[in-house]
């Protein structure tokens, strides 16, 4: 069975960092594009990042290039979210997300169950 | 920007037909494929269709999903009140190189 975990949310102050992380388990973790995505509070869905099953190949949001990095050690079948810079509107629901084989961003088959990321004084 | 729009909200009575539609422009869902989501209260979404009208593996085919040009739509047939929840749609944005969600549509059975 696929299970996606992520771990690492919390609070942060503005200007802060927070690396979240996303633990696979049930599948080949290297043949699949992952992703984040992100749902503000009382507000829609927001993809945030993505990368290639190989983690050569990574995309953004606009509004967190150069802010965040998404990567993946496809050895401990892992990925994660550094965020430096953080802002309040950054506050958020994190999940990452699985993409099918042959699939797209943002078609995701699996979610993780979500971490919470609030920045605040 | 892109922006794919979707009506914040709709109702029906059970047993109804509702149709949810998502619009946008050329760059993204006029030419790249859409995916559609379900997100009851509380939980992760759950994907109903992918690459515009596929069925998700476990999907009633109640649901079903369409494109026409620069839009998409998610239809759903004998409304039951398990489904009731957010609805989302999603595709690539080929000029943004980015991927977009519309911004949810609230469904009400009542």
Redesign the interface.
């Known amino acids: 069975e696929v299970h996606l975990g992520e771990s690492g949310g919390g609070l942060v102050q503005p200007g802060g960092s927070l690396r979240l992380s996303c633990a696979a388990s049930g599948f080949t973790f290297n043949f699949y594009a992952m992703?984040w995505?992100r749902q503000a509070p009382g507000k829609?869905?927001?993809?945030v990042a993505?990368l290639s099953g190989g983690g050569g190949t990574t995309?953004?949001?606009?509004s967190v290039k150069g802010r965040f990095t998404i990567s993946r050690n496809n050895s401990r079948n892992m990925m994660y979210l550094q965020m430096d810079s953080l802002r309040a509107e950054d506050t958020a629901v994190y999940?990452c997300a699985r993409v099918?084989n042959a699939?797209?961003?943002?078609?995701?088959?699996s979610?993780?169950?979500?971490i919470v990321v609030t920045v605040s004084t | 920007?892109s922006v794919v729009t979707q009506p914040p909200s709709l109702s029906a009575a059970p047993g109804q037909k509702v149709t949810i539609s998502c619009s946008g422009t050329s760059s993204d869902i006029g030419n790249?494929?859409v995916?559609w989501?379900q997100?009851l209260p509380g939980t992760?979404?759950?994907?109903l269709i992918?690459?515009n009208n596929k069925r998700?593996?476990g999907i009633p085919d109640r649901f079903s999903g369409s494109k026409s040009g620069t839009s998409a739509t998610l239809g759903i047939t004998g409304l039951q009140t398990g489904d009731e929840a957010?609805y989302?749609c999603?595709?690539?944005d080929s000029n943004?190189?980015?991927?977009?969600?519309?911004?949810?549509t609230k469904l009400t059975v009542l």
Not at chain 1, 44 to 47: I, P, S
Not at chain 1, 111 to 114: R, V
């Open positions: 992703s995505v829609g869905l927001e993809w993505g995309y953004y949001t606009d999940y099918p699939g797209f961003f943002p078609l995701f088959d979610w993780g169950q979500g | 920007q790249n494929y995916a989501y997100q992760a979404p759950k994907l992918s690459e998700a593996s957010d989302y999603g595709t690539w943004l190189r980015a991927a977009v969600f519309g911004g949810g």
